[in-house]
């Protein structure tokens, strides 16, 4: 395997410090459909989902976090409330609610976590 070392990147009009890209750029994401049967329709580092109720899943990383604490982020297509957490390095938990913030599941789910890969 070859590693390339650089301070910085460039596209000819804008420059970025390398750290940015390498701390600041998605480890994991996911879009999937979160009716039904729960399906991945685009993802990146993602192994698998598991359903875990009405408004409740788990994104499952193919590469876990260094540690469980990474930056996490999530969307639902036609409800008021979303929130994630992580269950450990290796799984992000998302919760999708109404406008009365009970559980409910939702057509379309993304996540996304930032953080340190181990």
């Known amino acids: 395997m070859s590693t390339i070392n650089a301070a910085n990147i460039t596209d000819g009009t804008d420059t970025v410090a390398t750290g940015y890209v390498v701390n600041g750029s998605e480890k994991c994401w996911c879009m999937f459909t979160g009716t039904g049967t729960i399906a ?28 469980n604490n990474g930056a996490h982020v999530c969307w639902s297509s036609t409800f008021h409330t979303t929130r994630s957490s992580t ?17 409910q599941d ?6 996304t976590t930032r953080g340190d890969l181990a």
């Open 106 to 111: 939702t057509a379309l789910v993304v996540g």
């Open 40 to 67: 991945i329709q685009n993802s990146l580092n993602v192994s698998s989902l598991y359903d875990q109720g009405t408004g409740d899943y788990d994104i499952n990383l193919t590469s876990s976090l260094n540690a």
């Open 87 to 103: 269950g450990s390095a290796s799984t992000i938990e998302i919760y999708t609610a109404g406008s009365d913030n009970s559980a």
